[in-house]
């Protein structure tokens, strides 16, 4: 009498598929790692520089106000004084610029109108000269 022998195969629990899922799942964990990562240095350079940026506002303000306060200090009227006169040099400089382009404009017609006269003579003179010689 041969005895029946009943092999049992075991499969294993771990299996290549597993291993590759496992190692899948570990690079996408790592990925999302670095990206956070990379995503926090972002916002941080953010803030940073926000801050530099805040730093040199208020460093400008307080170079402005140091201006507002001359050396010097002058009272009001003195002031007032100062900006009439300034005033009337901007109204003279504007008055004198207007001068300046109004002859400049009307020289440049004079010119064009010398150089039109110039040239009609000489076509009056060619036509003469043509008429002679025909």
């Given amino acids: 009498m041969v005895a029946e022998q009943t092999?049992?195969?075991q499969t294993p629990v771990i299996t290549d598929t597993v291993i590759i899922a496992a190692l899948a799942i570990?690079?996408?964990?790592i990925l999302y790692l670095m990206l956070r990562?990379?995503?926090l240095m972002k916002t941080i350079n953010r803030k940073v520089e926000l801050d530099l940026e805040r730093d040199k506002l208020k460093l400008l303000q307080q170079h402005a106000e140091a201006k507002n306060f001359p050396f010097t200090r002058l009272s009001p009227e003195?002031?007032?004084e100062?900006?009439?006169v300034e005033d009337e040099n901007t109204g003279l400089?504007?008055?004198i610029f207007?001068?300046?382009k109004l002859i400049e404009t009307r020289l440049?017609?004079?010119e064009n109108y010398v150089k039109t006269r110039k040239l009609d003579n000489m076509m009056g003179k060619i036509s003469e000269e043509e008429k002679k010689v025909k």
């Fill in 7 to 9: 092999v049992v195969v």
């Fill in 26 to 29: 570990l690079g996408v964990f």
């Fill in 37 to 39: 990562e990379v995503r």
């Fill in 78 to 80: 003195q002031t007032a």
């Fill in 82 to 84: 100062i900006r009439s």
């Fill in 93 to 95: 400089e504007t008055g």
């Fill in 98 to 100: 207007a001068k300046e």
């Fill in 108 to 110: 440049s017609r004079l």
